[in-house]
């Protein structure tokens, strides 16, 4: 193999992972957009979707059946926990609100592992096994189909941020919930349809990422740190930033793994921790981000 | 008269008081009636008597390791299944099993419940290096037995500070030697790849691999770590295909030794020998790959499989399976974490068969001084042995090839002592 051939191959296999990590990073982008907040918990949702996916697939019921049904779960499991853990805690300081949704991410993992155990299980590939080889890289159809599956959500999200009016309530809503109860929006249900599809969101994110990283309680948990530093490069309101910063963290990720030294396999997880400090030291709102603006 | 009584019985009230508060706040003291008299006089009896003997287990019910809680079921349904047979030596064993979730600090905690609460007898199995590690202090100096420990770091056999722990199973080192030796005898050219969880035990087992095959024409040629938080070993998976070594060594935890048992299968254009460590060789690790994906890959044991039919007849087998299906009902006998426990309260069994005196310090000795003793549910030719300054039980193991739908043991038990001298301090 030569040296080209491997270095594309390592970006393959950076872009494989990078799409993973977007895909959490979009539910954190949608979850911010809605209700302005940080959900530290949202890997814990995707990863008790998949749960329940997985319970469906494994009593019986055809892959493409449970998926919609558990789109569905997530989506009512998510405007629930909005309405029962976050809205008590609604108009508290965002430290409070980290702090709920922190507690939420130990209390998912905990009730995942009361009632799966956390021995490994297995989820069914969706996409087809095998690839394709281009020019002696090979990329795996399930790359493919992650890729696909993530643009697709990315594309859905930018149209529903940018040109549906229920975008136009939600970013209100994050923008100054006080103006826009008063302009007549029903603030509680923004926030909790905010949740529920940052949850569903979430869950097409865990499936995806089940049959490659096995579905166990802890699966989302180092995901969740690249899918922040995705984010935050790409900035925490854009849907196509996430994407991008997904990306770009799978790939740096995976190249500074494999061909700085220095760092090797054992430092690769302080990679997305200085893409994080970096872009807050050098562009806060991140490469697609835009600048909250505050009146003088 | 009356009035000096009175002022006697208050000094002795305070002075009960004082002393009650005294041994209170030093919990370290051992109960004046705790020693045994004659030939044994002066040891601690603490947690043993002529009906009872108190251990205590602590193991992680819950938690992220809780798969590996099932130990202690076997552990109970064996003590169990003696005590409904008379006992030990006449003694009922009352074993109470605490729950650390894995966490050290709660390890410390129980362990101080154990024995100073519960006065138990010794602290039969704390589980994980990390749990581990956090109360063999404690144990050493309120020198309370604590033997067989449920890891295999190199550690618990080689250091000469904590008389009172031992090891149970086949330590890592004694792990790499078995697949050095295997490799120099069929592979002795190979080019090895390793990938290894970056902690004590990745590091143990890589550093005893390296230092078995070092003079041989065997060479590791390229090495990748991970850490337990990364969410996948993919990339470093990628890595070490590109060395094109024919051996890949697994060291690994059961969800990354998925992970990378998937990324070999999926991976058409290199295939080394796989060879994955006896922590991730559990069906509940193979199963999610697919038992297609993982034909002929080797790994090492040292008990017996209850899932292979191999063992269908063995007597052993058949006791061990009524007791758990009588004592642990909700429990699946196939499991070889229930076998794991059985193994190991067994062994126990034989040390405290062979203790001295009935004292700590009896066991102690006993635990220490075990020549060729021989535990059924081990495989053949693995047998248990210590001495003063050895308190590794187990060295010997033998190879298994994954066949079908089980394991398939091959060649001879390797015994690491003789074929590599014992481990160096």
Redesign the interface.
Known sequence: ?SAVT?LL??VV??V??GA?YASLALALVLIHRFTGIVNFAQGELAMISTYVAWQLVASGMSFWLALPVTLAVSFAGGMLIERIVIRPVQNAPELTMVIVTVGLFIFVN?MA??IW??????FPQPFP?GGIDLAGV?V?WSTFGIIAVVAVVMGLLYVLFQHTSIGLVMRAVACNPASARLSGIRVGRVLMLGWGLAATVGAVSGVL?AP???L????????L??AFAAATLGGFDSPVGAVVGGLCVGVA??LA??YVDVI???L??GVPLVIILAVLLVRPQGLFGRAAVERA | MRKTTTLRAAAAASAALLLATACNSQRGQDDKDAAADGACQGQQTTGITDRTIKLGGIYPLSGPASAYGTISKGVSAYFKHVNDKGGIDGRTVVFTVRDDGYQPPKAVEEARRLVEQEKVFAVFQTLGTPSTAAVWDYLDKRKVPQPFVATGASVWGTDDNHPWTTGWQPNYIAEARVYAKYLKEEKPKAKVAVLHQNDDFGKDLLGGFKAAVAGSGIKVVAEESYEVTDPSVSAQMTSLARSRADVLLNITTPKFGSQALAADAKNTRWNPLHIVNNVSSSATVLKPVGFKNVQGVVSATYFKDPADPQWADDAEMKTYRDALRKYAPDSDPANQFNAYGWAAASSLHKALDAMKCPTREGLRDAVRNLKDVEVDMLLPGVTLSTGPADAFPIETMQLMRFEGERWQLFGKPVDTRKEFGPLAK
């Open positions: 193999m491997e191959q390592q296999e950076g494989g992972s993973v905990a592992g009361l155990s956390f021995t490994v299980k297995d096994d090979r795996d990422v490659v990283l096995f166990e309680p802890n699966m989302m948990g180092g995901v740190i690249y990720e995976t793994g494999a090797g396999a054992d690769k997880v």
